[in-house]
């Protein structure tokens, strides 16, 4: 690949895009809605959510210096990540937090993208992670669904044209920002019923002696803040 079109690409994923109608921003919104609401189809988009979910453990698990051994994603949705290190401590600590604010960060940062323009830039990005988590995927559904999505990202980037993008771009936001709220209420219904007693606030619990609600509480702040400042940047507020 010669200087020019390496400049062209340069250029094209780093460069800025026009701002998207603001109709357009409202309904990729109601869209994300409507995907993440009625239990039947939340059922099939919440894998998306667990992708970001695990991949938020991995990624911490990296960064604090542990040793990451592989990735789990099942059909129903439920997902592992392995890593090997100090069994407790600041990292260990961060890597149980990771999993439940990941996709709620992961929108903040794809809003703050897209409200520099830098619509491309993030499905780029995007599509980085997704091919980075591939390479830690344990299990052939998991490798399905995150080649999938990575597909998705990597075509929609690469072939089609620019209102195209932004409009998956900003569903996918979106939809990270709200699909990041549901879950911390979910796993706040099992714990009610008894269930789920071996859950990321309960790792926390048992790690920093804070009781399991102090954590939920946090992976609600989190993902309502992500939202209200995400949905602004977005909406252009």
Not at 5 to 26: M, Y
Not at 49 to 64: K, P, Q
Not at 173 to 180: A, I
Request: glycine share 10%; proline share 5%; net charge neutral.
């Amino acid at each position: 690949m010669d200087s020019t079109h390496l400049g062209d690409l340069w250029d094209r994923v780093f460069g800025t895009q026009p701002d998207p109608d603001q109709w357009l921003v409202i309904v990729t919104a109601l869209v994300a809605l409507l995907a993440v609401t009625p239990r039947p189809l939340w059922r099939l988009t919440r894998n998306a959510v667990t992708i970001a979910h695990e991949g938020g453990h991995g990624l911490v698990a990296l960064l604090t210096g542990r040793s990451l051994d592989g990735i789990r994603l099942h059909s129903d949705t439920s997902g592992l990540t392995v890593s090997r290190g100090k069994p407790t401590g600041i990292g260990m600590i961060l890597t149980a937090a990771a999993g439940y604010t990941a996709p709620s960060l992961l929108g903040l940062g794809g809003a703050w993208l897209l409200a520099a323009n830098h619509i491309t830039l993030f499905l780029w990005v995007a599509t980085a992670l997704l091919i980075a988590m591939l390479m830690m995927i344990r299990n052939a559904y998991g490798a399905l669904t995150v080649i999938l999505t990575g597909a998705a990202f990597l075509l929609i980037s690469w072939l089609t044209t620019p209102d195209v993008q932004a409009a998956f771009a900003y569903a996918a936001v979106w939809f990270l920002l709200l699909g990041g709220v549901r879950p911390a209420f979910e796993l706040q219904s099992k714990r009610r019923h008894g269930g789920a007693p071996d859950s990321d606030a309960d790792q926390l619990s048992r790690l920093t002696h804070v009781p399991p609600l102090m954590w939920l509480l946090l992976f609600h702040v989190v993902s309502i803040c992500a939202l209200l400042g995400g949905g602004r940047w977005l909406l252009g507020l």
